[in-house]
């Protein structure tokens, strides 16, 4: 007799709690010159603020080294609880809960070699956590897709959900649609 494979648990609401740690949101040390704000809002299908969702993000450091540095998830010695970051070195990892409106942001430093932050998204109803990129305008030269595998392969309206808007000189906004009109590029890795 053959069965059919069970569903998979969606990835919350634990996550939630479980997951947030103090100064996820904030990758780039205290007071670096460079620091940029990527900042948005994650959608349901309906448009709708998804409250509780979480937005990893990875990236090379400025230099465009990928080893990152130790110190995102420091713990206190005695207590064993997160600390969370040490405010001076940057490890290229953040980690940002949305707040009631479903708003995120990280304060991060331009990546180098590569013109994108990965990204991981955490919801509730999602049966595995969703990637993509964040590309930056900025990075991508004249041609947003000229020389970039991903971007090269999707039309201009698809390509669109995966770069974020300049609102400054600082800034730039990335809302994540997690399905339906405009949803955001996903990326499956096997």
């Known amino acids: 007799m053959s069965h059919a494979p069970t569903p998979s648990q969606t990835v919350g609401p634990f996550y939630g709690y479980a997951l947030p740690f103090p100064g996820g949101s904030e990758v780039a040390p205290a007071g670096h010159p460079g620091t940029v704000t990527v900042h948005g809002y994650v959608l349901d299908g309906r448009g709708d603020p998804v ?6 993000t990875w990236q090379p450091a400025p230099d465009g080294s990928r080893s990152g540095l130790p110190g995102s998830l420091r713990h206190d010695p005695a207590t064993g609880r997160v600390t969370g970051r040490d405010g001076v070195d940057f490890t290229g990892f953040g980690r940002a809960p949305t707040d009631a409106a479903g708003r995120w942001f990280v304060r991060t430093l331009p990546p180098g070699g590569v013109p994108y932050l990965c990204a991981a998204v955490f919801a509730r109803g999602v049966v595995h956590h969703l ?39 600082r800034t730039y906004r990335f809302d994540i649609r997690l399905q339906g009109d405009g949803e955001t590029v996903f990326l499956e890795f096997s």
């Open 131 to 169: 990637y993509t990129r964040v590309y930056l305008p900025e990075l991508l030269g004249e041609d947003p897709a000229a020389g970039d595998p991903l971007l090269e392969s999707l039309d201009a309206e698809r390509r669109a959900t995966l770069i974020a808007t300049r609102t400054d000189a």
């Open 51 to 56: 409250p509780d969702a979480i937005v990893e």
